[in-house]
Nanobody, 126 residues
């Protein structure tokens, strides 16, 4: 019954920036772990970043550390992914995800996800 609406994707040149947003409809968003995954053509969906329910802990895949920042605004029921210094290999469909267990430890795993966004395309040209 939770619906996630993603926005902010698009076409950008290498070295540019985008900010993805994911707005949730749930009443208890502030109690959910939130994260982002991505999937490139012909590749498996991979973990990108996640953030704990209160925002006190964040996790990133090594390839985006120092370039991407995940954040959340619980009063707005929204999670963000700020993407800087984008590279062509960042090209993928990006999916927002929620885990209803706020006590889960460590990075968000795909098999922990209870709700998925429909995805937003990010294309980085060389």
């Amino acid at each position: 019954q939770v619906q996630l609406v993603e926005s902010g994707g698009g076409l950008v040149q290498a070295g540019g920036s985008l900010r993805l947003s994911c707005a949730a409809s749930g009443r208890t968003f502030r109690l959910y772990t939130a994260g982002w995954f991505r999937q490139a053509p012909g590749k498996e969906r991979e973990f990108v970043a996640s953030i704990s329910w209160a925002g006190g802990a964040t996790y990133y895949v090594d390839s985006v550390k120092g370039r991407f920042t995940i954040s959340r605004d619980n009063p707005k029921n929204t999670v963000y992914l700020q993407m800087n210094s984008l590279k062509p290999e960042d090209t993928a469909v990006y999916y927002c995800a929620l885990d209803s267990d706020r006590y889960r430890q460590g990075p968000l795993r795909s098999d922990y996800v209870d709700y998925w966004g429909q995805g937003t395309q990010v294309t980085v040209s060389s």
